[in-house]
């Protein structure tokens, strides 16, 4: 098919990024993808699951060989056709492009994205209002925190809330705020992880009969040069076992360390239930 495009004289390669281009809709059936630079679509069934056109955004696409080829929006054409739509907005450079063209032009688009950080999700989350995150920033003031300031584990908390619930979550911060807050090592993220799997596996023993002001204050007891130790095991440990694994092994043990009775220990259970 012959495209409709408008007469232009051969540019050099250094002045083409310096030309506008121009906004169209252009039916999917013209699009392409050069699979030679481009990056496997592996993310289409969920584009495609819930399209929006207020995050479709335009394409960025190219004319070379009379074709136009799409530079970066790949997945949303494939999720596009999913969903059986007939065209979408793209933004086409005027110029006549080359291959070498497309790929620098595509590497400098994915690198100059930068992927929202946890922080900024959940701010605008709070201003969305946002379920899970208006009860994370709850739980954690109701408990002493500030979200990205005093506790900075953010993707933690989400991590915390979706695995192991909302009541986890809120236990494992009143721990974090009574038991351990005096020690640095165990208010990041794999400390924060570790908390709600202690709480979720104490609940799991042993239900409403194990009182989580009793789990904070074990912790409590224990001097400044206990927790160093405690904590330089977990970190050497850390070498070979994922964080919050070694962080929940030093938790439990400082949990059951000293204890009179074997009442309403974690490391059987820890045992059972983990290892």
Known sequence: M?????????????????LPGELQWISIDELNCDYDYQRAHDKVN????????????CLEVCIRDNKYYVIDGGHRLEGAKLRNI????????????????????????????RNITPLQKMKAGLVAKDKMYVAIDHFCRKNGFIPGNSLKAIGALVTCYTTYGNYALDDALFCLQKGVKKHPFFMQAAGVRAMARLITLAHRAYG???????????????SDKKMDKVAR???AAQL????????????????????????????????????
């Open 233 to 235: 095991a977990a970190r």
């Open 2 to 18: 012959m495209l409709r495009t408008k007469t232009i004289k051969p540019l050099k390669h250094q002045e083409i990024d310096t």
């Open 240 to 275: 070979m076992v994922k964080p919050e694994f070694d962080c929940l092994v030093a938790l439990v043990n400082l949990h059951d360390h000293g204890a009179h009775s074997r009442r309403y220990t974690i490391m059987p259970q820890f045992q059972k239930y983990v290892l």
């Open 86 to 113: 007939d065209k979408l907005p793209c933004y086409v450079g005027y110029h006549e492009s080359t291959k070498q063209h497309e790929a620098e032009t595509f590497v400098k688009i994915n690198s100059l994205r």
């Open 46 to 57: 969920g584009i495609a699951s819930t399209w929006s056109w207020d995050l479709v955004g």
């Open 208 to 222: 409403g009969a194990y009182k989580v002001e009793t789990i904070a204050k074990k912790l409590a007891r224990h």
